[in-house]
């Protein structure tokens, strides 16, 4: 199953681009819900495969476009289950996604970018650079083409990249997630994370009912911005009053992601003013370990540290949660993989 990368793919496209391909091709209007039935609903490999729709028009898609399926090209298991696995973007890039199995869930945590220009400090990712946008089909993939899809029970877009610099492409994403015609799951089983790009924050949060996950990691704005330069841009008070300002109904909630960074910010201080700032905000603190990656100043937190925090914002009110840290065995650090193929894919030399 990979990609013909001379003919544009079928599979990320929506009901309505669906109805615009037929249309193009002279169908009847019926088929772009056939298509949509057998891109999302059944396992298929070709387009060849769609047995409902006629031979002729068959051969008409297939003129102009393949199936836009590809399959992992490497995986990496750890001692407690987590799968990394890489993909090969159209760039010719890499992007990875990652299964962790947990007793009540199975959660696949997907890429929305090839590398990332937000260049936070504690982001492997971001030390890639940005190489380019993932399609709806590309992060759409990451979901069809895992083995363990059958187990799946939740997806977090909380992978390579920001998914709100890549605005169209989740969007898009979503609705085929979500949608009857599409893969027909709950949004409440979706969460999509973002450091904080107000504008497309608000156009998710008006056109989606996708859980949403703000990265928090420090309640105070300098330090903040000293870990993510995006503090300069739009910042953490104009997040809150943004998530404030939208009423959220009671089947949808918002997380804060905090990394926890050794002698930085789990200080009585920070949870002081992390209370203040999520007062009335329906909420759950994630607190994560963080995960080292090379050339970075920032270290992991013990369990002991971490313990200590989530009950020090559990006195306070705030529903707290540490979220385990796994795979380390498979560089699970988000971006930790694709670099090592990046790097060894340029020390390769041309023949």
């Given at each position: 199953?990979?990609?013909?990368?001379?003919?544009e793919?079928?599979?990320?496209?929506?009901?309505?681009q669906?109805?615009?391909?037929?249309?193009?091709?002279?169908?009847?209007?019926?088929?772009a819900?056939?298509?949509?039935?057998?891109?999302?609903?059944?396992e298929?490999s070709?387009i060849?495969?769609?047995s409902?729709?006629?031979?002729?028009?068959?051969e008409k898609?297939?003129?102009?476009?393949?199936?836009?399926?590809?399959?992992p090209?490497?995986?990496?298991t750890?001692?407690?289950?987590?799968?990394?696995?890489?993909?090969?973007?159209?760039q010719?890039?890499?992007?990875e996604?990652?299964?962790?199995?947990?007793?009540?869930?199975?959660?696949?945590?997907?890429?929305?970018?090839?590398?990332?220009?937000?260049?936070?400090?504690?982001?492997?990712?971001?030390?890639?650079?940005?190489?380019g946008?993932?399609?709806?089909?590309?992060?759409?993939?990451?979901i069809?083409?895992?083995?363990?899809?059958?187990?799946?029970?939740?997806?977090?877009?909380?992978?390579?990249?920001?998914?709100f610099?890549?605005?169209?492409?989740?969007?898009?994403?979503?609705?085929?997630?979500?949608?009857?015609?599409g893969?027909?799951?709950?949004?409440?089983?979706?969460?999509?994370?973002?450091?904080?790009?107000?504008?497309?924050?608000?156009?998710?949060?008006?056109?989606?009912?996708?859980?949403?996950?703000?990265?928090?990691?420090?309640?105070?704005e300098?330090?903040?911005?000293?870990?993510?330069?995006i503090?300069?841009?739009?910042?953490?008070?104009?997040?809150?009053?943004?998530?404030?300002?939208?009423p959220?109904?009671?089947?949808?909630?918002?997380?804060?992601?905090?990394?926890?960074?050794?002698?930085?910010?789990?200080?009585?201080?920070?949870?002081?003013?992390?209370?203040?700032?999520?007062s009335?905000?329906?909420?759950?603190?994630?607190?994560l370990?963080?995960?080292?990656?090379?050339?970075?100043?920032?270290?992991?937190?013990?369990?002991?540290?971490?313990?200590?925090?989530?009950?020090?914002?559990?006195?306070?009110?705030?529903?707290?949660?540490?979220?385990?840290?796994?795979?380390?065995?498979?560089?699970?650090?988000?971006?930790?993989?694709?670099?090592k193929?990046?790097?060894?894919?340029t020390?390769?030399?041309?023949?």
């Open positions: 199953m990979q990609i013909e990368s001379q003919k793919p079928l599979f990320g496209k929506t009901l309505s669906l109805d615009e391909v037929v249309k193009e091709l002279g169908m009847p209007r019926f088929t819900s056939q298509i949509a039935d057998w891109l999302y609903k059944k298929i070709s060849e495969e769609m409902n729709i006629s031979k002729s028009h068959r898609l297939k003129e102009k476009y393949s199936l836009g399926l590809s399959d090209v490497k995986v990496q750890s001692v407690d289950g987590t799968k990394k696995y890489l993909y090969r973007s159209h010719g890039k890499f992007i996604a990652a299964y962790i199995p947990e007793r009540n869930r199975n959660t696949l945590c997907v890429s929305s970018q090839v590398g990332c220009k937000m260049g936070c400090l504690f982001c492997m990712t971001g030390k890639q650079g940005f190489q946008q993932l399609s709806a089909g590309e992060i759409v993939n990451q069809r083409s895992l083995p363990e899809r059958d187990n799946l029970t939740n997806i977090v877009f909380m992978g390579m990249g920001e998914p610099d890549n605005l169209e492409g989740v969007m898009q994403s979503l609705e085929i997630l979500t949608a009857e015609w893969f027909g799951m709950s949004p409440r089983r979706i969460t999509v994370s973002t450091i904080g790009i107000i504008p497309a924050m608000k156009v998710f949060l008006e056109n989606s009912k996708c859980h949403l996950a703000v990265s928090l990691h420090s309640p105070f300098d330090e903040r911005r000293k870990l993510m330069p503090e300069n841009v739009y910042s953490l008070p104009e997040v809150l009053k943004t998530i404030r300002e939208f959220l109904g009671k089947q949808r909630r918002t997380s804060f992601e905090y990394i926890v960074f050794k002698g930085l910010n789990h200080s009585p201080r920070h949870v002081k003013e992390l209370s203040r700032i999520l009335g905000i329906r909420c759950r603190i994630n607190l370990y963080f995960h080292p990656i090379p050339n970075t100043p920032l270290e992991a937190p013990t369990e002991e540290i971490m313990q200590q925090f989530k009950e020090a914002l559990e006195a306070k009110g705030l529903t707290t949660t540490i979220r385990k840290s796994r795979g380390q065995d498979i560089y699970a650090a988000c971006g930790m993989l694709s670099t193929e990046l790097e060894k894919k020390n390769t030399p041309h023949e």
